[in-house]
């Protein structure tokens, strides 16, 4: 007779309980991104780089940086001390073991990739268990998002927390025909960086290459580690939710003392303090004037620690937003929405693509074109010596203009190969410094999504009777807020790629044109010598 097995003496382990994601969103049936209508590019996601970008260095005014402006003024030069880096994390930022053993194959080498990836941050590990947005790229376990909650977003939201807001704190929001706007500054500045130089402390053990800065409204210089520009970053990105901040150059690179390396991360630089200081929120925020003129140690700490514990940061910095007193239609702005993210995915498809054929062409000028050129001349070249042997006058007017046209053609190899430097490079840097910026999108888009979709869920409390309407209504003008926000970054985005693509194109194509204009004046030359041949 079999025996039963003695029953356990402890339960078993519950089942696994389904995900449940924040702000109760949608989630889309059975898991399967492959299902999401947006996603045309197989299994692609925004994360993947695209192939190596070409070192795009040496060109004149790149970027279009203008340093004319910032002559003005008597300088002021900022002492150096010692005390002045205490405050901050003991990062050896001389270590430059980090800078090939931790670039990783995703990641674009050299310093043609003009260093879009935010530093000091840890990449996420695809699985395949990881959740994919509609927005196209993988969920960052809705690290934004999650800020934006733990800091006060879903309090805001909810009326629980509000704030007497200064009226230099608030953030003013206007109509205007292309929707909401941030209100811009009626006296834009300027920033220029420059004189980069190695310095070093405690006693020579650790250095570091500190760069001048200098603004055009006070022509006081400071001087500013990378380290700096790195905390700056993540306080813009802790306190400006519905600002997407562009990415820093990389920190992590080989030949970080070399003058090749210095002037490019300084003109890298330079792009991103551009790119700051012509946002009419972020140029205008305390943190960030306090990064471009604080020249006191005791001042510059002071002023760390307050932004550090800034009460407006994450989801309460909503509360500094001032909208116009219209309310928005939910419908109209999810349509907008749907409408932008599909903007941003297709821009950022583009730019991924023109990036690939820009480097395939600029590959093709170095190499192929300049060789194909010269291939000709030599052929003309070794004609004109066979040619040479005949030594009759009326021969030798011939043989010296096919030898001029192998040299003409010899010359043209050339400019093909130098020719990237005049209108390809600044084309790409611009591509790539948008990949970049569109890879920040998606977290601020997540963001949106979320508190429409609390506000729907509020809607339907209501409907069902547990939620009091006037409530509702509360949690609804709320979500307007951040609406007015989000549509307000939108419109500065747009207005500024119009003018960025404008400045592009039109540099290109006249780049393109003198190129021509030169071959063709080259060729006429050429053409000329066969007149009395």
Request: proline share 6%; net charge negative; glycine share 6%.
């Amino acid at each position: 007779q079999l025996l039963e097995p003695p029953e356990p003496s402890f339960p078993p382990p519950p089942p696994p309980s389904a995900p449940v994601s924040d702000w109760n969103t949608p989630q889309t049936e059975g898991g399967d991104w492959n299902n999401d209508a947006w996603n045309s590019h197989g299994s692609e996601s925004w994360d993947q780089e695209p192939p190596h970008a070409p070192d795009y260095t040496n060109h004149n005014n790149a970027g279009g940086v203008n340093n004319q402006g910032f002559r003005g003024g008597g300088m002021q030069q900022q002492a150096s001390e010692e005390g002045w880096d205490d405050d901050w994390d003991d990062e050896n930022e001389d270590n430059s073991s980090n800078s090939t053993t931790n670039t990783s194959q995703d990641q674009l080498p050299g310093s043609g990739n003009f260093g879009l990836s935010a530093p000091k941050r840890e990449k996420k590990q695809m699985t395949q268990n990881s959740d994919f947005s509609k927005y196209g790229t993988v969920k960052k376990s809705f690290n934004r998002f999650s800020t934006f909650a733990k800091t006060g977003g879903d309090a805001f939201l909810m009326g629980t927390v509000s704030a007497n807001v200064s009226e230099s704190d608030l953030i003013k929001i206007i109509d205007t025909q292309d929707g909401p706007a941030w209100n811009y500054p009626s006296q834009p500045y300027t920033c220029a960086i420059k004189s980069p130089k190695k310095e070093s402390k405690l006693k020579g053990l650790k250095s570091y290459i500190a760069y001048q800065l200098t603004p055009s409204f006070s022509n006081i210089q400071v001087s500013r580690r990378y380290k700096h520009f790195d905390w700056l970053h993540e306080r813009l990105e802790a306190k400006f939710t519905c600002i997407p901040i562009p990415p820093l150059p990389d920190k992590a690179l080989s030949g970080r003392y070399e003058d090749d390396f210095v002037s490019e991360r300084m003109r890298q630089l330079q792009l991103w303090v551009d790119r700051m200081v012509r946002h009419p929120v972020i140029s205008q925020s305390e943190v960030f004037n306090h990064f471009l003129t604080c020249t006191d140690e005791k001042k510059w700490k002071a002023g760390k620690r307050k932004a550090e514990k800034d009460e407006y940061q994450g989801g309460k910095f909503f509360l500094t937003l001032q909208t116009p007193p219209t309310s928005l239609d939910m419908r109209d702005v999810e349509k907008r929405m749907e409408i932008f993210c599909r903007f941003v995915k297709g821009m950022d498809d583009n730019m991924r693509n023109m990036l690939q054929i820009g480097h395939d062409s600029r590959k093709k000028h170095t190499g192929p074109y300049k060789r194909e050129f010269q291939k000709i001349g030599g052929s003309f070249k070794q004609l004109a010596e066979t040619f040479n042997l005949d030594s009759a006058a009326h021969s030798q007017n011939l043989t010296a203009a096919i030898d001029y046209t192998g040299d003409t053609y010899n010359e043209i190899g050339d400019m093909y190969e130098k020719q990237p430097r005049e209108d390809l490079d600044y084309m790409l840097e611009v591509l790539f410094e948008y990949k970049g910026m569109l890879s920040t999108y998606p977290d601020v888009l997540k963001l949106h999504e979320g508190a429409i979709g609390k506000a729907k869920e509020c809607e339907r409390l209501k409907d069902e009777g547990r939620m009091p309407e006037s409530d509702v209504a509360a949690v609804i003008q709320r979500a307007d807020v951040i609406s007015f926000g989000t549509l307000a970054e939108m419109n500065h985005f747009q207005r500024e790629r119009v003018a960025d693509y404008k400045d592009m194109m039109q540099k290109f194509l006249h780049g393109q044109i003198k190129f021509y204009r030169d071959i063709t004046q080259k060729l006429e030359s050429a053409l000329q010598k066969y007149e009395n041949a």
